[in-house]
């Protein structure tokens, strides 16, 4: 009679963590509550007998669902997501921007209009006079290196 207390205690404890895993997603619950299932599932069929194989079986069955089936439950589920550039340097290559303020001659600063603000920018050594067009080659540090467009 003490294992049927045992045994209902395992099995609302696993279903209730399975269903739980569609309020708390992630696909680690659903396992835990498996687990709890078939601890409570062995105990009625007295394959273990105490509290302490029970917590055991529990613990490391739920590691090895944890480990063997999360990936696979994951790849039959997806979920949203996406891959994109996280390298500002290759979305800014090539764009085009407005000098503000004359840049060079030499390795004099000047400003350029890019991205709804100023910035200071370097040119290749010619000078760039202000309302000319060029493009960016790189960023060096917090300054643009633009080209002159011809």
Not at 1 to 14: D, K, P, Q, R, T
Not at 36 to 55: C, E, P, S
Not at 71 to 88: A, F, K, P, R, Y
Request: aromatic letters at 10%; glycine letters at 12%.
């Amino acid at each position: 009679m003490e294992f049927s207390n045992s045994v209902m205690a395992w099995g609302l404890i696993g279903f209730f963590l399975m269903l739980a895993e569609l309020v708390i997603p992630g696909g680690i619950v659903v396992f835990l509550g498996t687990s709890a299932v078939t601890v409570a599932l062995t105990l009625q069929f007295g394959i273990i007998d105490n509290w302490m194989h029970a917590f055991t079986l529990w613990f490391i069955l739920s590691i090895v669902l944890l480990l063997a089936f999360r990936n696979v439950g994951q790849s039959l589920v997806g979920g949203d997501s996406s891959i994109e550039n996280t390298d500002e340097e290759l979305d800014i290559f090539g764009k085009e921007v407005e000098v503000i303020d004359t840049i060079g001659p030499g390795n004099k600063k000047g400003r350029i209009h890019f991205q709804g603000t100023d910035w200071s920018a370097l040119g290749d050594g010619s000078e760039i006079k202000r309302g000319d067009k060029a493009t960016i080659v790189c960023r060096d540090n917090i300054s643009y290196v633009v080209e002159k467009i011809n």
